[in-house]
């Protein structure tokens, strides 16, 4: 005979594991991730500050084929490329949070954020 009460217990702490395995770890200030930015390409970003509806984020220019195992932040560049010379990086792009994290955001390293970075951010959050 089977136990209900047992297999509903079981069954309880499957669903968890299963739900705790692929839940992402919350996004945290500093955080420097690849994005999918659609057309097989992948850009980074770097979180500047997160509000209540929105994430701000630092944008690069510097585009990937696929999605980088990580990123050395010291290589990130706000300038133009010869492949893109017409597209510079953005000093801050307030995204919906919805809209973020459909860009399929994956967190390759964490840094500091300066009080340089945060300057435009706190221009917007003034307007």
């Given at each position: 005979?089977?136990?209900?009460?047992?297999?509903?217990?079981?069954?309880?702490?499957?669903?968890?594991?299963?739900?705790?395995?692929?839940?992402?770890?919350?996004?945290?200030?500093?955080?420097?991730?690849?994005?999918?930015?659609?057309?097989?390409?992948?850009?980074?970003?770097?979180?500047?500050?997160?509000d209540n509806d929105?994430?701000?984020?630092?944008?690069?220019t510097n585009k990937?084929?696929?999605?980088?195992?990580?990123?050395?932040?010291?290589?990130?560049?706000?300038?133009?490329?010869?492949?893109?010379?017409?597209?510079?990086?953005?000093?801050?792009?307030?995204?919906?949070?919805?809209?973020?994290?459909?860009?399929?955001?994956?967190?390759?390293?964490?840094?500091?954020?300066?009080?340089?970075?945060?300057?435009?951010?706190?221009?917007?959050k003034r307007s």
């Amino acid at each position: 005979m089977i136990n209900l009460t047992g297999l509903v217990a079981v069954f309880i702490l499957i669903a968890a594991a299963c739900t705790s395995i692929r839940k992402k770890p919350a996004l945290l200030t500093g955080d420097i991730c690849t994005i999918d930015e659609g057309h097989g390409l992948f850009g980074v970003v770097k979180v500047l500050a997160i509000d209540n509806d929105r994430i701000h984020v630092k944008m690069y220019t510097n585009k990937f084929y696929s999605r980088p195992e990580m990123i050395d932040a010291t290589t990130l560049s706000m300038e133009v490329t010869e492949d893109d010379p017409e597209t510079p990086g953005i000093p801050h792009l307030p995204y919906v949070k919805v809209d973020f994290h459909a860009l399929k955001p994956e967190v390759e390293a964490t840094e500091a954020v300066y009080a340089e970075e945060l300057e435009p951010y706190r221009i917007w959050k003034r307007s």
